[in-house]
């Protein structure tokens, strides 16, 4: 078993910046990749931006590309977003995945191709 932690989250001004964390315990040597999918009120959960564990790929939803930025640390098992240039549109509780097989493209966005799953960290973007 893998168990995700998320933290980092809060209350942000519009255009201001936050950083997510997320660390990964347990059987982390299983992790092939991880992503942040969010979800806000009464909306359906959406892909965010994924990684693979080794090497360079990055994937981001068409929203947030050029404005959040994805990273990792393998020496701690931790998973960072940054989120800079917030809108309102980016309050949502924001959640950590990881995965045990590969991905790339399309794959690496399907929520239901992720094995272990965060509580999850909230986000309130005020205007």
């Known amino acids: 078993q893998v168990q995700l932690v998320e933290s980092g989250g809060g209350l942000v001004q519009a255009g201001g910046s936050l950083r997510l964390s997320c660390a990964a315990s347990?059987?982390?040597?299983?992790?092939?990749?991880m992503g942040w999918f969010r979800q806000a009120p009464g909306k359906e959960r959406e892909f965010v931006a994924a990684l693979l564990w080794s090497g360079e790929a990055t994937y981001y939803a068409d929203s947030v590309k050029a404005r959040f930025t994805i990273s990792r640390d393998n020496a701690k098992n931790t998973l960072y977003l940054q989120m800079n240039s917030v809108n309102p549109e980016d309050t949502a509780n924001y959640y950590c995945?990881?995965?045990?097989?590969?991905?790339?493209?399309?794959?690496?966005?399907?929520?239901?191709?992720?094995?272990?799953w965060g509580r999850g960290t909230h986000v309130t973007v005020s205007s």
């Open positions: 995945a990881a995965r045990i097989t590969g991905c790339s493209g399309y794959g690496c966005s399907v929520s239901k191709n992720y094995n272990y």
């Open positions: 347990g059987r982390t040597f299983s992790i092939i990749g």
